[in-house]
């Protein structure tokens, strides 16, 4: 693997995921105030999880026979007009139709950008960190900002900017295979994987896109979201930097244990307060389970895109699916039917990721 200078892949993860995050923070506030009811919301997530998934499934598999860069560039590149394009939206159908967009951008790049990072520096839990300061620097934009047409704006310029960034990266003489594994065999091989990291991400979309409605319940200004959400982050950067030293069949498990506590944690709150410590549990909770299924498929073979790609494709599917159950659970019951559903779906798939080995 060759050593590069990680300053670029950094700064580029940085912007990308402030953007992200400056975006998608008030979505949820948004859609209510355009008319949309709990279920409502929840398709506005189903479309953006859905593009996602197809795109980082597809274009991930395609980077492992073509190379990162090209996807990586064209994903940033219309990212950028696809976050400009949410501060037009003035009706819930191109709301929906927006956040769709973004999600298929962003899944272009996604896959590639990891494999990139792992393949010139050997390592991701330092890149993912990059991309977890990214995510509380849009938080703190969101905070100040506040305004839904500025925030929007804001993000299309730190997309913007990444990819201009993107355009120094050069393509690893990488000698890639004629014929690679097939997106299906890298499912069958890894499922002790996709499966745990499944459950617990259907469980936990279905709770991040009602959670700004659940603190707002609670007594959270816009404000206060964001700040919250930046603790959350700021847990993510400092622990992400550090988990790769450790055994990564481990760190998954943990991962999957850590996020049913946090799931659970929440439902006794009462004041938006009283979630400050859960935010910094649920930082150390997502890293452990992140960077320990990232580090388990990038050193399980050469289909590095393909398989990042499929990771990313189950979370953006649970983006999508997570949501659209969440809306309705929310809708015929309350906050903590979700978060209870949460719970139950993080732990389920514990067996399973204890049975994962340590990479040789």
């Known amino acids: 693997m060759a050593k590069t200078n990680q300053a670029p892949l950094g700064i580029i993860a ?19 105030e355009l008319g ?32 990162r860069v090209k996807f990586i560039k064209i994903g940033l590149g219309i990212g950028s007009v696809a976050f400009f394009l949410q501060a037009l939206a003035n009706n819930l159908p191109y709301l929906t ?38 995510m509380v620097v849009g938080a703190a934009a969101a905070a100040i900002i506040k305004d839904y047409d500025y925030l929007f704006t804001a993000s299309a310029v730190l997309c913007l900017a990444a990819f201009i ?26 499922w002790k994987v996709y499966l745990p990291f499944f459950l617990r991400q259907i469980g936990a979309w279905g709770v991040w896109i009602i959670m700004p409605l ?16 930046m603790i959350n982050f700021g847990a993510q950067f400092i622990a992400m930097r550090y988990i790769e030293r450790f055994h990564e069949g ?5 991962g999957l244990i850590f996020s049913g506590i946090v799931f659970l944690s929440y439902i006794p709150a009462t004041h938006y307060l009283q979630v400050i410590p859960v935010q910094i549990f649920l930082g150390l909770s997502w890293s452990t389970l992140y960077v320990g299924a990232l580090v388990l498929l990038m050193r399980s073979g050469e289909e590095r895109g393909t398989s990042a790609g499929i990771l990313f494709s189950i979370t953006n599917l649970c983006q999508g699916l997570g949501p659209f159950l969440s809306g309705a659970l929310v809708q015929i019951a ?27």
């Open 14 to 32: 940085l912007l990308l995921n402030a953007a992200i995050e400056a975006s998608a923070i008030f979505i949820p506030l948004l859609a209510q």
């Open 36 to 67: 949309a009811s709990y279920f409502e919301v929840g398709i506005v997530g189903l479309s953006y999880g859905m593009a996602y998934f197809v795109a980082s499934f597809f274009f991930g598999w395609q980077s492992d026979r073509y190379g």
């Open 97 to 134: 139709l927006v956040r769709a967009s973004c999600g298929f951008c962003l899944g272009i790049s996604s896959a590639a950008l990891i494999a990139y990072a792992f393949e010139t520096e050997g390592v991701v839990g330092k890149f993912t960190s990059y991309g977890a300061l990214g």
């Open 165 to 190: 960034l993107s355009l120094c990266l050069k393509e690893e003489t990488i000698q890639r295979k004629a014929v690679m594994a097939h997106p299906i065999q890298v499912i069958t091989r890894e």
């Open 214 to 229: 659940f603190l707002a319940a609670i007594g959270a200004s816009k404000s206060w979201i964001a700040v919250l959400w």
């Open 250 to 254: 481990r760190m998954f498990s943990l």
């Open 334 to 360: 309350d906050f903590k039917a979700a978060l209870f559903f949460a719970a139950i779906m993080s732990l389920a798939g514990l067996p399973l990721a204890l049975k994962n080995k340590a990479s040789k």
